[in-house]
């Protein structure tokens, strides 16, 4: 092994096998023109100059870059971290790594946030954000989307939970917990609409008045603030909150302690995709699980069967949410 000196390049590798550069790129992508003499000799000069093949480079040049690319919202909303550990172990058993991109981080960077995969040539792209009229899906790149999406990419599989049931079950249980005024504090898109619905459901069956506020499209920390204070404001009645995600509940645990109210005997707060934030021992946050490492694996295993079969028809599969009790919820105040 080389040690205490420049990392080897390609051309390294071919002047020490005696052979083209042309001819190590061949060996590196696997192909059978190659004789055996020629690719014994070129192993070994990998092996000797530890040489490590820069994928972006051999993607470029016409391999395959064995890697899948995926497109989240934002890098601090952090419900997609369990997205991407199911992802990761999924594609793992098939030697293919992920690479991640923040839609908006990229926005005033390139006009299509696609741009920087296609360039590298990955084997696939998974969209765990919105697609927007920017984004150019190539046809013969598979297209995965993960979570639900307002705007749909035809020919795309789909891995989601069920959120409209997931906010039903979440409102059912603050009902059974004897709140009448319940909150729903959202955002924009397609998990948040159905979320909204799933609300509705709830409180429209318990005969039950609604209040729904969202202000914009983001479902950030500050977001979530802004909507409980507003919600707070124009129903001081209110006695339990579900936010549109874990992020936004911690908006309205500031809410609250900014209105004078504790959590939970005064108000009671649900968060939704059980993130890492949630069983924090400072939040302790009763929370829907959307299962969103379960959905990772999903994901990788319709982007192995579409790169089995890249002809066959679009999948769509939708997981069954849970509520996590913990500490944000209590039983309602009597008035």
Known sequence: MATGRRRATIYDVAQAAGVSKSLVSLVLRGSPSVSAPRRAAVLAAIEELDYRPSHAATALAGGTSQTVGVVIDDYTNVWFVELLRGLQEGLASAGLRIAVSDRTLNAHVESDPLDGFLSTRVEALVLATEPTPAMRFPSQIPVIIAGNRATKVPGADIAASDDRLGARRAVEHLISLGHRNIGHIAGGGGSSHLRILGYRDAVESAGLA?????????????????????????????????AGNDSMAMGALAAARENGLCVPEDLSIVGYDNSPLADTQLLRLTTVDSRNHAVGLHVAEQVLSRLADPGRAPQVVSLEPALVERGTCASARET
């Open 210 to 242: 609604e209040h729904v506020v969202t202000l914009g499209e983001l479902t950030t920390e500050h977001s979530g603030y802004l909507c409980a204070m507003e919600l707070l404001r124009s129903s001081p009645e209110t006695t339990a909150i579900l």
